[in-house]
């Protein structure tokens, strides 16, 4: 475990040593959306009985930053490394593709839980929170970072250069992030994007973490964490492979 430890270590480090950029900004990103969103709409949207929109805004603001954040980890990290050409000092121990997988997405869950908690820390002093369900927050957060994580892996690995990499994140990760119900309940879609929006891995991310908060939800919380799961298990079982094989690292 010392190869799978270091490379944690490294990955963690990484992204502490500019905390301004990878947490303080995304912080202040999250912030902004809140003041704006949440002033405007205040008084003219209502989603769920007795919860207001800024309460009803927070849990999705801090959610979509771990899920972005989780994301820009494990991404950056590997395209840095080989446009630098320091990706072979990662290859050239006797490092398994488990051990890689385990430190670049464990690296970014604990990066995507920091700016969360970060973000819900600054926040939470606009509205009144419950914590209805405690433990499918901490679930949701988990698999969520976890999920972003494996997929930030696998666009660093099929990226050759950054223009790729942010193709990757404009066209599927915001869209899918900000269409997810951060901003809105899906019930408030016309009747075809809300069943668009079923189709969406995100949307039951952000949906199971919210019910933790105020028990009420769009969809069954159980329903989504099983939808939930089993994209983590299909996902983590693509980046494996890759890893495995060396697609576009040892070749």
Same mark, same amino acid.
């Given at each position: 475990?010392? %190869?799978?430890?270091?490379? +944690?270590?490294?990955?963690? $480090? *990484?992204?502490?040593?500019?905390?301004?950029?990878?947490?303080?900004?995304?912080?202040?990103?999250?912030?902004?959306? $809140?003041?704006?969103?949440?002033?405007?709409?205040?008084?003219?949207?209502?989603?769920?009985? %007795?919860?207001?929109?800024?309460?009803?805004?927070?849990? %999705?603001?801090?959610?979509?930053? @771990? $899920?972005q954040n989780a994301f820009a980890n494990s991404s950056s990290s590997l395209i840095q490394s080989k446009i630098t050409g320091?990706?072979?000092?990662?290859?050239?121990?006797?490092?398994?593709?488990?051990?890689?997988?385990?430190?670049? #997405?464990?690296?970014?869950?604990? *990066? %995507?839980?920091? @700016?969360?908690?970060?973000? +819900?820390?600054?926040?939470?002093?606009?509205?009144?929170?419950?914590?209805?369900?405690?433990?499918?927050?901490?679930?949701?957060?988990?698999?969520?970072?976890?999920?972003?994580?494996t997929m930030g892996l696998i666009a660093g690995i099929w990226a050759e250069k950054f223009d790729q990499l942010a193709a990757?994140?404009?066209?599927?990760?915001?869209?899918?992030? +900000?269409?997810?119900? #951060?901003?809105?309940?899906?019930?408030?879609?016309? @009747?075809?994007?809300?069943? #668009?929006? *079923?189709?969406?891995? +995100?949307?039951?991310?952000?949906?199971?973490?919210?019910?933790?908060?105020?028990?009420?939800?769009?969809?069954?919380?159980?329903?989504?964490?099983?939808?939930? #799961?089993?994209?983590?298990?299909?996902?983590?079982?693509?980046?494996?492979?890759?890893?495995?094989?060396?697609?576009?690292?040892?070749?």
């Amino acid at each position: 475990m010392t %190869g799978f430890l270091t490379l +944690f270590y490294k990955e963690v $480090l *990484r992204f502490w040593k500019v905390a301004t950029q990878t947490i303080t900004a995304p912080i202040l990103t999250a912030m902004l959306y $809140l003041l704006i969103f949440g002033h405007v709409l205040e008084d003219h949207v209502h989603v769920y009985p %007795g919860v207001q929109y800024t309460s009803f805004l927070i849990p %999705g603001l801090v959610m979509m930053s @771990v $899920l972005q954040n989780a994301f820009a980890n494990s991404s950056s990290s590997l395209i840095q490394s080989k446009i630098t050409g320091n990706l072979v000092f990662i290859l050239l121990p006797p490092l398994s593709h488990w051990e890689l997988f385990g430190a670049y #997405v464990l690296a970014a869950v604990v *990066r %995507g839980l920091a @700016v969360g908690l970060g973000v +819900f820390i600054i926040t939470a002093w606009f509205a009144k929170l419950s914590f209805v369900a405690p433990w499918w927050i901490a679930l949701f957060a988990l698999l969520g970072a976890a999920i972003l994580g494996t997929m930030g892996l696998i666009a660093g690995i099929w990226a050759e250069k950054f223009d790729q990499l942010a193709a990757f994140q404009n066209f599927l990760i915001m869209p899918a992030t +900000f269409l997810s119900g #951060v901003f809105y309940s899906i019930h408030s879609l016309p @009747v075809f994007w809300q069943a #668009v929006s *079923r189709f969406n891995p +995100f949307f039951y991310m952000i949906d199971g973490f919210r019910y933790g908060f105020f028990g009420q939800s769009d969809v069954d919380p159980g329903t989504s964490f099983i939808i939930v #799961v089993v994209f983590f298990i299909l996902l983590a079982g693509f980046a494996i492979q890759l890893l495995r094989s060396g697609y576009k690292l040892r070749h």
